[in-house]
């Protein structure tokens, strides 16, 4: 394919190091147990990476249910816990609200699954505006449900972003930068998540030779009438992801976060993204 063709003959060349990936990897779940974690976990991890100063955090996962280690939900698991601690253990706050409670004011993004529609999630979902200027029509890929976030960790969050990437079983040439679910415009996860670190609007505007324009504050981007656009490869080893174990054990560096975008995912076995 001719497309594939440039991408090995012109790869993106990274200049600049805006974004860090944070993974939970083998080495993480090795020493801090399998995925899903305790949400009192996960909320830690944020925090330390919140207090090395990023420029926002994006967590490419979604907490669509409450989390079975709030001991609430422990109590209630397990029948011969004696009445008077099951009583102790409800009167405690939730993982749920811990972690809702670390996100909030630290420019997060959660991720949302764009799909079929779930009766747990049947409004649209919380997205931030786009003003649309120009003459072109969007046909954005219409989604008629989602899979979003417990309500007291979703009201939270700075933001909410999809992590649907496009084709599904092939090569990734085409993303989409922004799509339509219930009927409101959602930006992509990373868009979001951009979005959130400059503190801006999100813009579509008419743009040279038949294509769109995303813009975001005074950065701006080319795209499809669909919303989607066409992916520059560049090599991921650049990217030098940061373990998650790095994190909470305090010995990432912290220029490698500082400043910058953070992009939160897994790679370990068994969950690979």
């Known amino acids: 394919m001719v497309f594939d063709g440039y991408q090995m003959l012109f790869p993106l060349e990274r200049t600049t190091d805006p974004v860090a990936v944070v993974l939970i990897d083998e080495h993480a779940l090795a020493a801090f147990g399998q995925w899903p974690w305790p949400r009192t976990r996960v909320a830690d991890l944020i925090k330390r990476i919140s207090d090395q100063q990023p420029a926002s955090i994006g967590l490419d996962m979604v907490f669509a249910e409450p989390d079975r280690f ?18 102790m253990l409800r009167s405690l706050l ?3 609200q811990q972690l809702a409670d670390t996100i909030r004011g630290r420019k997060v993004v959660l991720g949302i699954a764009a799909g079929l529609p779930d009766p747990r999630y049947s409004a649209a979902p919380r997205a931030a505006p786009v003003v649309t200027k120009g003459d072109r029509n969007l046909q954005l890929d219409n989604f008629p449900g989602h899979l979003g976030n417990v309500p007291v960790v979703d009201e939270a969050a700075a933001g909410r972003g999809l992590m649907n990437s496009g084709q599904q079983d092939q090569v990734v040439r085409v993303i989409p930068l922004i799509s339509s679910v219930q009927g409101s415009i959602v930006p ?32 701006s981007t080319p795209m499809h009438d669909d919303g989607t656009t066409y992916i520059r490869m560049g090599s991921y080893a650049e990217m ?9 054990s305090g010995k990432v560096d912290p220029e490698r976060i500082k400043d910058k975008v953070i992009l939160v995912g897994m790679s370990g076995q068994g969950i690979l993204d």
């Open 188 to 219: 992509a996860l990373s868009v979001e998540t951009f979005r959130v670190a400059l503190d801006a609007g999100l813009r579509v505007e008419d743009g040279p030779l038949g294509l769109l324009r995303l813009r975001i504050a005074e950065v």
């Open 240 to 248: 030098n992801p940061v373990s998650a174990y790095d994190v909470i």
């Open 94 to 96: 939730s993982n749920d």
């Open 70 to 87: 709030s001991p609430g939900n422990i109590a209630d698991e397990i029948a011969i816990i004696p009445s008077n601690l099951a009583q």
